[in-house]
């Protein structure tokens, strides 16, 4: 394989993790302290789960739209991987830096469609690839359940939404 074939592949591979770790250090700098100060609904993990989470999904990501990629998928599922990764920045921006938490709650489970789409596409056109997201599908729901019990046990208190 060559060089060029090699970095190019490198780089989508990474490319979520590398946006991923933009977005925490620049947009949700104090994500871990604002989670901490919340109520929080049953089973929600300890602040420092995501980011150990994270990391593996957005490397599950990454080798998955690397398997499409040299599938050469059509573009709607190139499209589609793309819009859930946007959608998946921007719940971040909107929750944690915003603090627009009403909007990202709707958010969350327009990006939670998004994933399942995605990871129907990415199946029906490489299996593995497509099983390599079912892990963020599943944490995606999981990540809405906890929007949603985080705006209903917070949404009356005025620093829940304080910037």
């Not at 620049?26 to 100060?37: E, I, L, P």
């Not at 603090?99 to 489970?109: F, P």
């Amino acid at each position: 394989m060559k060089i060029s074939k090699i970095l190019k592949y490198v780089g989508i591979i990474s490319a979520p993790l590398v946006g991923g770790r933009l977005i925490g250090k620049y947009a949700v700098q104090n994500a871990r302290k604002d989670y901490s100060k919340n109520k929080k609904p049953p089973f929600s993990p300890p602040g420092y789960i995501f980011p150990i989470v994270w990391p593996i999904l957005y490397l599950s990501m990454g080798i998955a739209h690397s398997i499409i990629t040299k599938e050469r998928a059509a573009k709607s599922t190139q499209t589609a991987y793309y819009s859930q990764l946007g959608l998946n920045y921007l719940w971040s921006i909107l929750y944690f830096k915003y603090k627009l938490r009403g909007t990202a709650l709707i958010e969350s489970y327009v990006l939670l469609s998004a994933v399942i789409l995605t990871t129907v596409q990415f199946y029906k056109v490489n299996k593995t690839a497509g099983l390599l997201l079912i892990p963020y599908v599943c944490w995606s729901a999981y990540a809405s359940y906890l929007t949603t019990g985080n705006w209903a046990l917070n949404k009356d208190n005025p620093r829940y939404t304080e910037k």
